[in-house]
């Protein structure tokens, strides 16, 4: 398969396209390193080429960055050596950059060697931008669509390639962090006034080879190749240089609380190569990089974070042989918050949208939140007045129930009562087409019970959004005992309209994400009853990853919806609920009117604009702070069990059926500690025999809620783990 060829034209320009066949967007493969290497070489020895120009053949885009898969490959041809492996590896891929950015100069005279420029024709991420950092000049296109950036930090790793090297040298450590620690893409202009790229034009290709045929061979040396070089900003050794890596570090372990090795990882490597020359440098970036994908935490990630989720994003687990459901017209019953959110999403994504609420006033509220969002846009320059017509004009708000003819999906999401949207199901189904999808956005009724307003269940489908909707990445899908096929294709056909990540999960109390999330918070109200700092409780949860502590998420969800639910459990499961000393806390603290963030007033105490103040001492009144705080860890395996077990017995009772949807669901939904790649990971990185023998020592000494479940119990035994047991690659053939 040919992904790299060369030509070269009557000019003396060669140019290097990179077209990989079947792919809409290029990655980089061993075929394709090897490939390029040639090409490269062929261009270096004709002396009829002047120039170089490297691009892409695809419309609007350079490249996607590397195939991950390759990195595992490197490690598993290197059997019992795979960190050697790797490193390796690595080193042949700087070595090939490297050939690229001398261009066949003398290394002493730095004299001889042939322009090389990079045109993007469009989006270049990773590799697709550390390639071109290689090069002599790079030359983008002003498509305003395009994003350029190294988002690898975001699955585990950091830009292993020279990136992280040659943008440090380019820029300075204090301008290339945000670039490598945030993993941001940038638009074409924001991309050169970071320095990330040098010029933007209309037609990058035919601006690099005028350059090309221009260039003066002081134009291809690069700064850190020529006598007298200085990094930018100063090196760790200079005085400005050393403040720049103290607040660096403080900046990193602030983020990610240390629960992140790629960026420790990619700090180390830029404060180490800065003390050494270039090519030295770029050993120890690869052996940084090494260190990291050695780390279970990095495949985990990748594999999470990565692999799984493009292939829940493209429909791993779409049903087969249903034709593209993707929804012309949707109708949103309720314009509260959730409503209102769904229906902006919706508007985005192109869709006719009907807003319904009980009288105009309120459906205009609801269709205001959108009108907001996008003045919020325009002021950022992130939209246009023209824009925010166009997407207002798509919202119909009306209490009229007729203006439903004609959907195709609707969502409702009425007052989480069961017999409110019993009656908005009833007189809905009576309005809208015999073939339109009915969903709801409950988040804890279950959904066959629900379908049982529904005249038509195998219709009747849940679509659980997160809060805020346009700003969370997942979408839970709830199937009913009676839900059909088309039903689930057509709420995941939506979902991938939306631009968010779907997961399917089977009708049970709290479903799956919330039945996980739940015991979490629990956990923290019962150490709170235990005499636990609420900062320890808190902290600790943080240095977990998660992007806030029990207690706090308490207040951020308000504590009287906790109570609600609380209540509404035990009323449903009767004898069986099991009682918790939590309960007694939130009671107290609902009966003190103390709501949470909403009320000013909760675990916190709030200033007058609503900022955090303090952790709330009144509560020590009722539950006195222990004179003997836990440890760290203890409070942490805590936090960790607790979670990983409900989802365990989820994947045991079968509500969920692929374990790539209970790790990206539980990181994307509540932000369950992304190093780890989620909790049934979470338990592979442990090992489960440890985890089966932790959690009989928990039960012990907790109760029962650390109880192991027999699939653990089972795979404990056997030795398995969940990733080759319930192997989707397997589960599908």
């Known amino acids: 398969m040919t992904e790299f060829t060369l030509s070269k034209d009557a000019d003396g320009v060669g140019t290097i396209t990179w077209d990989v066949p079947g792919k809409s967007?290029?990655?980089?493969?061993?075929?394709?390193?090897?490939?390029?290497?040639?090409?490269?070489?062929?261009?270096?020895?004709?002396?009829?080429?002047?120039?170089?120009?490297?691009?892409?053949?695809?419309?609007?885009?350079?490249?996607?960055?590397?195939?991950?898969?390759?990195?595992?490959k490197m490690k598993d041809d290197a059997g019992d050596e795979p960190a050697r492996g790797l490193f390796e590896g690595v080193m042949k891929i700087h070595a090939l950059l490297r050939k690229i950015e001398r261009a066949g100069m003398d290394p002493k005279t730095k004299k001889g060697g042939k322009p090389i420029a990079s045109a993007l024709p469009g989006t270049a991420a990773g590799i697709g931008m550390e390639l071109p950092f290689a090069t002599h000049r790079i030359f983008v296109s002003d498509n305003p669509k395009a994003k350029y950036g190294l988002p690898e930090i975001m699955v585990g790793i950091f830009p292993g390639a020279g990136g992280t090297t040659r943008l440090v040298r380019k820029l300075g450590a204090m301008a290339a962090s945000p670039l490598l620690l945030e993993g941001?893409?940038?638009?074409?202009?924001?991309?050169?006034?970071?320095?990330?790229?040098?010029?933007?034009?209309?037609?990058?290709?035919?601006?690099?080879?005028?350059?090309?045929?221009?260039a003066k061979p002081v134009d291809i040396v690069k700064p850190w190749d020529a006598k007298g070089y200085k990094m930018p900003g100063g090196a760790p050794y200079h005085p400005a240089g050393f403040m720049t890596f103290v607040g660096a570090s403080a900046m990193v372990h602030?983020?990610?609380?240390?629960?992140?090795?790629?960026?420790?990882?990619?700090?180390?490597?830029?404060?180490?190569?800065?003390?050494?020359?270039?090519?030295?440098?770029?050993?120890?970036?690869?052996?940084?990089?090494?260190?990291?994908?050695?780390?279970?935490?990095?495949?985990?990630?990748?594999?999470?974070?990565?692999?799984?989720?493009?292939?829940?994003?493209?429909?791993?687990?779409?049903?087969?042989?249903?034709?593209?459901?993707?929804?012309?017209?949707?109708?949103?019953?309720?314009?509260?918050?959730?409503?209102?959110?769904?229906?902006?999403?919706?508007?985005?994504?192109?869709?006719?949208?009907v807003l319904i609420d009980r009288d105009q006033a309120a459906a205009d509220k609801g269709k205001s939140y959108a009108e907001t969002y996008m003045d919020k846009g325009i002021k950022r320059g992130k939209a246009t007045p023209e824009k925010k017509d166009a997407l207002l004009a798509r919202i119909t708000a009306t209490p009229d129930l007729d203006q439903l003819k004609g959907c195709d999906l609707i969502i409702e999401a009425v007052f989480e009562d069961p017999g409110v949207k019993a009656e908005m199901t009833k007189k809905v189904e009576?309005?809208?087409?015999?073939?339109?999808?009915?969903a709801s956005n409950t988040s804890t009724l279950p959904i066959t019970d629900l379908a049982e307003a529904s005249v038509r269940p195998e219709q009747f489908i849940g679509i659980h959004f997160f809060s805020p909707v346009e700003k969370m990445f997942l979408v839970e899908i709830i199937k009913g005992g009676k839900t059909g096929d088309r039903a689930v294709a057509k709420a995941l056909d939506y979902v991938r309209q939306i631009r968010k990540t779907p997961i399917v999960v089977n009708d049970a109390r709290f479903f799956y994400c919330n039945r996980c999330i739940i015991p979490y918070i629990n956990e923290g109200l019962r150490m709170l009853t235990e005499g636990v700092s609420p900062a320890l409780i808190d902290n600790a949860a943080r240095q977990l990853g998660f992007?806030?502590?029990?207690?706090?998420?308490?207040?951020?969800?308000?504590?009287?919806?906790?109570?609600?639910?609380?209540?509404?459990?035990?009323?449903?499961?009767?004898?069986?609920?099991?009682?918790?000393?939590?309960?007694?806390?939130?009671?107290?603290?609902?009966?003190?009117?103390?709501?949470?963030?909403?009320?000013?007033?909760?675990?916190?105490?709030?200033?007058?604009?609503?900022?955090?103040?303090?952790?709330?001492?009144?509560?020590q009144e009722k539950y006195p702070m222990a004179d003997k705080q836990p440890d760290l860890i203890a409070v942490q395996e805590r936090l960790m069990f607790v979670q990983v077990l409900e989802a365990v017995r989820a994947l045991e009772e079968g509500v969920l059926e692929d374990i790539r949807e209970g790790d990206v669901g539980a990181i994307l939904a509540w932000g369950f500690a992304p190093w780890s790649g989620g909790p049934l990971s979470w338990l592979d990185i442990l090992g489960t025999p440890y985890a089966a023998e932790r959690c009989d020592q928990l039960e012990e000494q907790f109760g029962e809620r650390f109880a192991c479940p027999p699939l653990l119990r089972e795979m404990a035994a056997k030795g398995q783990t969940f990733y080759k047991r319930f192997d989707p690659a397997k589960t599908a053939a």
């Open 25 to 72: 967007m290029n990655v980089m493969s061993f075929e394709g390193l090897a490939q390029l290497d040639t090409c490269v070489d062929q261009a270096l020895a004709d002396d009829d080429i002047k120039g170089v120009v490297i691009t892409s053949g695809k419309n609007g885009s350079f490249a996607g960055g590397m195939d991950l898969n390759l990195l595992a």
């Open 184 to 214: 941001k893409m940038l638009e074409a202009k924001k991309a050169k006034g970071a320095g990330m790229v040098d010029e933007v034009t209309a037609d990058p290709v035919a601006a690099a080879r005028d350059w090309v045929l221009n």
């Open 254 to 353: 602030s983020k990610t609380q240390g629960a992140f090795p790629a960026a420790k990882a990619l700090l180390s490597a830029v404060y180490e190569g800065a003390l050494v020359d270039f090519d030295t440098a770029l050993k120890i970036e690869a052996r940084w990089f090494t260190s990291v994908l050695m780390n279970p935490s990095s495949g985990a990630m990748i594999r999470s974070l990565f692999l799984n989720k493009e292939a829940l994003d493209k429909g791993a687990v779409r049903p087969k042989d249903i034709p593209d459901q993707s929804v012309q017209k949707i109708g949103v019953l309720g314009a509260g918050m959730m409503g209102a959110g769904i229906a902006l999403v919706s508007a985005q994504a192109g869709m006719e949208v």
């Open 430 to 438: 009576a309005i809208i087409p015999e073939d339109c999808i009915f």
């Open 547 to 619: 992007p806030v502590g029990p207690v706090q998420l308490n207040d951020e969800t308000s504590i009287d919806l906790g109570a609600k639910i609380a209540r509404a459990t035990k009323a449903a499961m009767g004898d069986d609920y099991p009682d918790s000393p939590g309960d007694d806390l939130i009671f107290w603290m609902e009966d003190l009117g103390r709501m949470g963030r909403k009320a000013n007033a909760g675990f916190f105490e709030y200033d007058d604009k609503g900022k955090r103040v303090e952790y709330w001492k009144g509560m």
